[in-house]
């Protein structure tokens, strides 16, 4: 069993830049791929990105290429998602996520509970 527990989000103006943590329980957290989805008012869960449990290359959305980067310190059970030149559309819950094979919009083994990002215009 894993639990994810996400902070850091927050209200930012346009431009602006925030990054959200997300601390796993566990000793197993180096056997999940880790990553993070958002969820917008009306709007369905939307995957962002990924990174590899060690190693290899994270992937993201198109929407948030280029603008987030995801990052993990296994030691300390911990990924992040910094995001820069936030944008109003990025305003969402954002959900920390992780799953032992391939993180994917149908393929996500736990979940956190979620922060809110709200992005100003």
């Known amino acids: 069993q894993v639990q994810l527990v996400e902070s850091g989000g927050g209200l930012v103006q346009a431009g602006g830049s925030l990054r959200l943590s997300c601390a796993a329980s566990g000793r197993t957290f180096s056997r999940y791929v880790m990553g993070w989805f958002r969820q917008a008012p009306g709007k369905e869960r939307e995957f962002v990105g990924a990174?590899?449990?060690?190693?290899?290359?994270?992937y993201y959305a198109d929407s948030v290429k280029g603008r987030f980067t995801i990052s993990r310190e296994n030691a300390k059970n911990t990924v992040y998602l910094q995001m820069n030149s936030l944008k109003p559309e990025d305003t969402a819950v954002y959900y920390c996520?992780?799953?032992?094979?391939?993180?994917?919009?149908?393929?996500?083994?736990?979940w956190g509970q979620g922060t809110q990002v709200t992005v100003s215009s």
């Open positions: 996520a992780a799953d032992a094979q391939e993180l994917t919009a149908t393929q996500v083994d736990y």
């Open positions: 990174i590899p449990r060690i190693g290899g290359r994270t």
